[in-house]
Each structure stands twice: as structure tokens, then as C-alpha cells.
């Protein structure tokens, strides 16, 4: 008898729409995990489900699940364009703002209640809160269909009950009469409510909530633009040669065993290995390695990746998919998908909060029904428990907070992406710092002469030197201002370069070039190439007249806060990591410079995001700070992803803060800011509870009428708006 096999585990990736808060993202999570064969993930931050499905779950399965719970779902589609159309939350905000602020001044101000201005109230706030208020209702409906409340559930009662409440009395009680007015006033006192509106109030929160809502969206827009930025990198056309004649095609139209030509400055269109030429290739956007690889016959070479010498002719060995920038852009998308959502504290504090108040509502409605004290009386005061605990001060806590230190943040040079970044900056214990570009400038740059004081030999070596394109060279004649004239210029490609200067045969590259060439390398010389190389450098050796004459070191130098950096990471209670492609010994040169005790050399991206990954799980909560398309996928899946904004734009938009300075003492300014924004954020929440719940057993208890409520409500809403702007007081360490 045979068995028949199970089924090979399928990955379905959907697109998730509907969704209005991280509770959201846990429903449909659960719906999709009661599935048969189905273990799935929701990343609200992304709005994207993952699962892993056996036992033939097909997506559409998926989809019909999703949909019942109540919101939409598709399989993405990878080629389909953004619609242009306008933000919808966007216009819902404008209309908003636009129509509330006029209702809120009318009732705050009674000397501009003039007759009938209550029926202009109406007039403005009802759009407000029935098109302005729209997503909230909606999701609040669905939630009830599933027998659930989230924040969205509290707002629209609020709103409802604020605005139904006050229809009641402009159509049924006093409140529509010529004349009224709406006295401010904060005294406590029992009261029927039917001569007093609340359009204000209703109005109010839904502008305020809107815009909490819209600064959210605009920051989470922002998610799949790594991906884009990653694939922009290839090159866009190609020059192929067939049958001895060379045309250019789109790069996607490139299939394996094509020849193609890379002429110098141009980016590798795709894999593939070199058949005729030899160059220097620059690989740092996907190694980090500072210093271009020599290449030649039978040499690989990979796509995105940028000519920097001679004329290439390369035959594809992988295209499109296969290719590593393609492998690249999956670490990435994989590293964001796995990203755990940090559930936001209102949202977690709201799944016992708002049940409890529409509780009390209830209970406050039926006790002073049970009292006989009459229905207005019972309506007043149950409406004031809705309005009390509405949470104006709660949508402003987090958005108000992040503005302020985003917007100090941005003045400083950092850039914090949102709420996500600074729970992150709280828990982390390890940071990891790529080499090139981040500690190091990324820049080659002359470091030593020997002997030291050799004028002749720096000025004729710089001269030969200027005549290449090769970066080590162009470090070297960077120190000469006026270059001699070269005659009779040969490069040896991954050897070095020889000239005529000065009348004299010039040869500057690797000691085997010049004992190749009859030279000879004294042991004086041998041993300064040997220390130079140990302490991480490049070494040239120049020669002339029969023997070498001194060495040139060259070196990727340690920026000049690097050291301080360190110094204030460790104060921070952060452990600091050098992660490089680079070779062992050039990054133990630099990890000592600098102050950093553990190295983590030789590893290519996916090896950096497998360091990452290999720490969170012996605990760790891991930071890194890169800024290469190397290190892309490592900053998304580390917990916290710092860029430095002198690198790719790839690096930035995993990332969850941007250094735009480029200064690694920014890292440390990044980390401070954000731990005080958190904290701010903390006591905003706090604060916006604690008015509140202060409140609700005098609104309960009939003591505090809607207005009062209001009123509350607005003091709590100034406090945190008030606590958020003390981060415009934070100073850098420069």
C-alpha cells in the first residue's frame, strides 16, 4: 500500500482594506487561524495578511473569510499603478476642519449668539458628523455585527448621542427658540438638558479624531515604498549584442545566455558573468565593501551593481526573479511582514474601557428612569457619561506628541516614522553598526606616506594616478593639486597602472606589479605594506629606476564623532555591534578606532538580516543602523531600523528613523528623542484617561450636564496638546 504525500505548505499573501486600528488586525487574524490548514498573520501597519495554507485552502477561500468578518481583501496585484485619485480621509478632514471651527466658537463665545445662530450650528455640524464621521459609524456597526467595541464604537455613540441629543432639544425642547443662548459656564448643577445643544462637542471630536486618524494613514502610505526604491535600482535598459550588432531593449526583456555591453559609469543590468574586458566593479550598494572588486574573463557579476573602469561585455546568467537585487527586495518584504505590530496603548486600553462605559451609560439611563427623576433627566445624564469619556484627548495624545517630536526631530536631522519606532527605542539592549558609510565616511581618502615626507614620491605617483579612473586612485591624486604630465599610461587591471612622468617610468599598484616588472621591493618597504595592510588600509606601492621607492596607504577613515557616538550608545544602556561585509581585518581596525568590542565581519545581506534574526532570538531586542542597499533588509527586520540619510533611499524607507545628518551621534539623538516622545505619548494617555474617569461618577450621579462634559473633555484635549509641545524644548548632544 503507498501513501499518498501531503500537500507541499502554499504562501497567499492578501491585501487587507477596512481596517481602522490594531484590534481590527487581531479579529481577522483569528477568523483566518480557525481555518483548517491555515496559520496566518495580520500586519495592521502594512494592511497585509500572510498565510501559510495546506490541505487545498485556496486564496479565494481566504478572501470569503476575510469579507465575512466584515472587511475586503484581494491578492495584490505587483503591477497595478496607484489610482490618482484624491485622499478620501484627507477631504474628510478638510470638510472637518472647515465647517466644526465655526460651530465651536459660536458656542464657546455667547456674545456672537445671535438669533437663531443654533440653526447655523445644525446647518455646519450635521455634515460634519454624518460625512466626516462616516468611517467611524461604519466601523463602529461593524464591530457590533461581531459583538466586539473598539475605540471607533465609542466615538460614534459620543458623536451620535451628542448630536441626537441635541436635535431633541432644538425640535422637541427649548433649545430651537429665537433668542437662545448658550451660556459657558462650569458650574455643577442637576439639569433636564432640553434647553442646551452639544453640536460643538459632536463636531469637535470628529475633526480632532480625523485628524489623529489622517496623520496615522500618511505615516503607514509609506510602508511598501522600500520595495519600490529597491527594485528602482536596477538599471532601466540594456545594450545587447547579437550578431555582432549592438541595440538597446528594456532590462525586462533580457533572458539568460544574452550578451550585453556595461560601459564605464553604468549600472550591471543583471547577473551574469563577464566574458570579455576587465574592470573595477563598485558593489557597495549591495555589500558595503568600500573598495570596488577587480573583474575580469570568467568573473560575476551582478545586476545593479556599477561599472567603475573598462568596457564590459557580459553574458545574463539569471534574470528578473532570480537575480540577487530581486532576492534582496523578497528579504525585505519578508523582514516587514514578520515585523510584529505594536499594538497601540489606546487601542489595548480601550478593549476594557469602552465596554465599560457604554455600560455605565446604560446603567446611569435605567437608574434615574428607575428613580422616577423623568426621561429628560435620565437621557441628560447618560449622554453626559458618553460625552465625559468620548475620547477627543485620546485621539490627540499619540498624533499631537509625534508631530512635535517629529517635527524637533526633523529640525535636529532625524526622522521618526511613527508611533511604531519609539515603543522600540524603550526595549532595546543591542545595536548593530554597519561599517562603510555609517562609522567609516565611505570614502577612500590617502591616510599615510612612507617614507613619511616624501614629497617626490606622493607628487609622482598622484600624477600616473590621475590619469585612472580607478576610486583608490582618484584618493591618491586628490592630494596633489597640480598633476605633472603622464605619457605612454597603462593599467593593469587588479595590479595597478604605469606611466611615464617627469621622464621617468612611474609604477603604482600591488608589490607583485613591480617585481612582475623588474622592480625591486627592499624588505623595509615589504614590511610597511604588511602593517599597513594589518591595521585595515590599502596599500600602493610606487617605484621607478629599478626599485620601489615608498607605499601609499589608503583607507575607508573612521568619521571623526564616530568614537563619541559609541560612547553615548553605551551610556544609553545599548551594547554596540560592528556588522560589515568588509574583510575581518579591516573591520577589527576600525571596531578598535572607535571603541566597539564585538565584530561581525565577511557577512552578505543576507547574512546581516540572519545576524538579526540569531540575536532576537537569544533574547536580545535588536537596533541597527545602516545605509546601504545592503543593509535594507537587516533594518527591517531588526526592532528598530535606523538609516543614515546620506545612503540609499532604500535603507531609509525600511528604516524606522532616518539620520538625515549623516552623523552617528545622531543615532544617539534619535534614541533620546524618541524615548521622550514615548514618555510624553505615555502621560498624554494617562492624563486623557484621568479627566475623564475623574468625571464619570459626577456625570453618572447627574451632577455634571453635557456641556460641563464638553468642556472637560476640551480642558483634557489642551493638556496633552500643552505636554506635547515641551519636546520642542529637546537638545542635541551637538
Partial sequence: MTGRAAPAATLIELEIGGMTCASCANRIEKKLNRMDGVSATVNYATEKATATVDGGVTAADLIVTVEKTGYTAKVPDKTEEAPETGDPL????????????????????????????????????APVIVYGGWPFHRAAAINLRHGAATMDTLISLGTIAAFGWSLWALFLGTAGEPGMTHPFTLAVSRTDGTGAIYLETAAGVTMFILAGRYFEARSKRRAGDALRALLELGAKDVAVVKDGTESRIPVEQLTPGMLFVVRPGEKIATDGVVEEGSSAVDRSLLTGESVPVEVGPGGDVTGGTVNAGGRLLVRATRVGAGTQLAQMARLVEQAQTGKAEVQRLADRISGVFVPIVIALAVATLGWWLGTGAGGTAAFTAAVAVLIIACPCALGLATPTALLVGTGRGAQIGILIKGPEALESTRRVDTILLDKTGTVTTGVMKLVAVFPDGDDELLRLTASVEAASEHPIARAIAAEVSDHL???????????????????????????????????????????????????????????WDGRARG????????????????????????????????????????????????????????????????????GKVVAMVGDGVNDAAALAQSDLGLAMGTGADVAIEASDLTLVRGDLTAAVDAIRLSRRTLRIIKSNLFWAFAYNVAALPLAAAGLLNPMIAGAAMAFSSVFVVANSLRLRGFKPLH
Fill in 90 to 125: 484627507k477631504q474628510r478632514l478638510i470638510t472637518a476642519i472647515v465647517l466644526s471651527v465655526p460651530v465651536i466658537l459660536l458656542a464657546m463665545v455667547p456674545a456672537w449668539q445671535f438669533d437663531y445662530w443654533q440653526w447655523l450650528s445644525l446647518t455646519l455640524a
Fill in 485 to 543: 604630465p603622464v605619457a605612454d599610461f597603462t593599467a593593469f587591471p587588479g595590479f595597478g597602472v604605469r606611466g611615464t612622468v617627469a621622464g621617468r617610468v612611474v609604477l603604482a599598484g600591488r608589490a607583485a606589479l613591480l617585481e612582475r616588472e623588474g622592480l625591486h621591493v627592499p624588505d623595509d618597504i615589504a614590511a610597511a605594506v604588511a602593517s599597513s595592510e594589518q591595521a585595515g588600509n590599502t596599500a600602493i606601492v610606487a617605484g
Fill in 551 to 618: 607605499i601609499l596607504s589608503v583607507a575607508d577613515t573612521v568619521k571623526p564623532t564616530s568614537a563619541e557616538a559609541v560612547a553615548g550608545l553605551r551610556k544609553l544602556g545599548l551594547t554596540p555591534v560592528l556588522l560589515t561585509g568588509d574583510n575581518e581585518t579591516v573591520a577589527r581596525a576600525v571596531a578598535a578606532e572607535v571603541g566597539i568590542g564585538e565584530v561581525i565581519a565577511g557577512v552578505l545581506p543576507d547574512g546581516k538580516v540572519a545576524e538579526v534574526q540569531r540575536l532576537q532570538q537569544t
